[in-house]
């Protein structure tokens, strides 16, 4: 007795992240198959805990595609009236989650038939970089490395010489899993441009580095050259220090002398201050006297005004005699007479 079957027969599929893929899943119906025709795609977790999520049904001739948020705009049925026999699955703009295990189902009784396929989505490699690690020097070792920031594995590395002889030299090393190329005993022969070629089941990238092995340095001249800058560098240094110590000594050397100072001390009065005073309070007083009074009057000599910093030792009487001054009329002056007395040469006030 005939019965429902799916035709289809491939089961595993690998692409790459962007991609379209075609889930095929055709059947062929029998003439016992009277009930109503039932399509149905639904996802299997990997893990066996969890329970099968529907993506996308055909029942009743109506198509139902909101089950599967996360395919919801990328998923549509290939053939749009899956009752003529395809209900294969079309998956647009693929991503790495969308791998999984998918499974058709064909109902329409009494006949019942299912069919599973694998699918992988697989990442190209991407943003390849090349660089170079040792000392590009005449008879050292050099590695060329290659690595991929993105793709899926098995990612795979081979190197190439695109300048000069376009051949690897004869002492270099690969290894396509690392993408690491050794190059043993470096000469200017092995320089040049060198490129690398990432790939997997589904893409390549590339990128290149060059290499440019030159005689060594005179290490000597180098080594003197640091000393001489060492040294250089010290002595600056050392001027910078002394500089800014001098600098603090002499700061501190003003503070110390400018605390020292007195405010408080008022300043010394002159000598010829001192001296009006005394001989201006004197004539004051003889202001005062009559002259009758005047011959008790006893003349003090100018050399005791008394000064400011020590008093004077007496001076000795001159053996001359002073010029007689005359009088002014102190009556047209309107003050009062002042008799001053005068001294002879023998000594005696007259």
Known sequence: ????TITSNQSMFEKAQGEKVTLPCTFVLSGEDEGPLDIEWVLIPADNQKKEEIIIMYAVDRIYNHYYAAMTERMQFTNPDPKSGDGSLDILNLK???TGTYQCKVKKAPGVQSKKIHLTVLVKPAR????????????RDVVLKCASQEGSPLLSYDWRRVSGTRE????????????ELLLKNASQDHSGTYSCVASNRVGTDECSVELNVT????TAGIIAGAITGTLLGLFVLAFLVFHCCKK??????????HHEIREDVPPPKSRSSTARSYIGSNRSSLGSMSPSNMEGYTKTPYSQVPSED?????????????????????SRMGAVPVMIPAQSKDGSIV
Do not use: W
Request: proline share 14%; net charge positive.
């Open 1 to 4: 007795t005939r019965s429902l």
């Open 96 to 98: 790495s989650s969308d």
């Open 128 to 139: 390849t970089k090349c660089s170079i690690e040792g000392p590009q020097v005449i008879g």
């Open 168 to 179: 690897l030299p004869a002492t270099s090393m690969l290894n396509k899993n690392t993408g």
């Open 215 to 218: 005689p060594p340095m005179n």
């Open 248 to 257: 603090h000594r002499e700061k501190k050397y003003e503070k110390e002398v």
């Open 310 to 330: 020590f008093e004077r030792t007496p001076a000795q009487n001159p053996t001359f005699a002073p010029p007689k001054v005359a009088a002014p009329n102190l």
